[in-house]
Nanobody, 127 residues
Framework: QVQLVESGGGSVQAGGSLRLSCAAS????????MGWFRQAPGKEREGVAI???????RLADSVKGRFTISQDNAKNTLYLQMNSLKPEDTAMYYC?????????????????????WGQGTQVTVSS
């Protein structure tokens, strides 16, 4: 059974940092594309950062220089280090995996590329 379990969300002040974790199980972790996505109230889900099975990464322009995506294949865990947080980063953050396409990497951050999702972890940034 495929499971993606996010943790690490919380409430911080602007300028603060958080590290999100996504523990994956039920599939061979390092052979699939993984990513972080977020959805704010009233807005569509958007891609934040993705990592290919080849280790290549791509970040949304809005988070470049502030967020870093990484993974620990030995622990089957995906991370999102978020620094210099802004109020506009407030959203539910989701971890996702593409378990169906067989692609090793993507050039875009579209959520539609991913078919397995976690339950999300809330990030709230106050000004």
């Amino acid at each position: 059974q495929v499971q993606l379990v996010e943790s690490g969300g919380g409430s911080v002040q602007a300028g603060g940092s958080l590290r999100l974790s996504c523990a994956a199980s039920g599939f061979t972790y390092k052979t699939y594309c993984m990513g972080w996505f977020r959805q704010a109230p009233g807005k569509e889900r958007e891609g934040v950062a993705i990592i290919g099975s080849d280790g290549s990464t791509r970040l949304a322009d809005s988070v470049k220089g502030r967020f870093t995506i990484s993974q620990d294949n030995a622990k089957n865990t995906l991370y999102l280090q978020m620094n210099s947080l802004k109020p506009e980063d407030t959203a539910m953050y989701y971890c996702a995996a593409d378990l169906r396409s067989g692609r090793r990497w993507y050039t875009d951050l579209s959520p539609s590329n991913y078919n397995a999702w976690g339950q999300g972890t809330q990030v709230t940034v106050s000004s």
